[in-house]
């Protein structure tokens, strides 16, 4: 199993930009597919963005695309970042790093697959 440790929320008011990084151990022979997931308070965890094991290939939530970019380390594969820009008050959530290994050239956009989770970091934007 890979073990994912993330750092960067914080509190930003609305418009503003965050960057979230989420660090990937463990289970490194291969890489996996990583992405973000977000939880607000009374609601279900959600998709918001994920990238493949080369990196090469990404996926959106409606709701973020355009503002957030998801983005790999190229050399070790090993840690993934989500640049928020354009932060809206509708963006807070806990947002949660994961990891899981899909078929080549699958991004899954729920969280069936995804077998290893961050502790989550808080992102709140206020208006």
């Known amino acids: 199993q890979v073990r994912l440790v993330e750092s960067g929320g914080g509190l930003v008011q609305a418009g503003g930009s965050l960057r979230l990084s989420c660090a990937a151990s463990?289970?490194?022979?291969?890489?996996?597919?990583m992405g973000w997931f977000r939880q607000a308070p009374g609601k279900e965890r959600e998709f918001v963005a994920a990238i493949s094991a080369s990196g090469d290939t990404s996926a959106y939530a409606d709701s973020v695309k355009g503002r957030f970019t998801i983005s790999r380390d190229s050399a070790t594969k090993n840690t993934i970042w989500l640049q928020m820009n354009n932060l809206k008050p509708e963006d807070t959530a806990v947002y949660y790093c994961?990891?899981?290994?899909?078929?080549?050239?699958?991004?899954?956009?729920?969280?069936?697959?995804?077998?290893?989770w961050g502790q989550g970091t808080q992102v709140t934007v206020s208006s």
């Open positions: 994961a990891a899981g290994y899909f078929p080549y050239g699958v991004i899954s956009r729920t969280m069936r697959g995804y077998d290893s």
């Open positions: 463990g289970r490194t022979f291969s890489s996996p597919t």
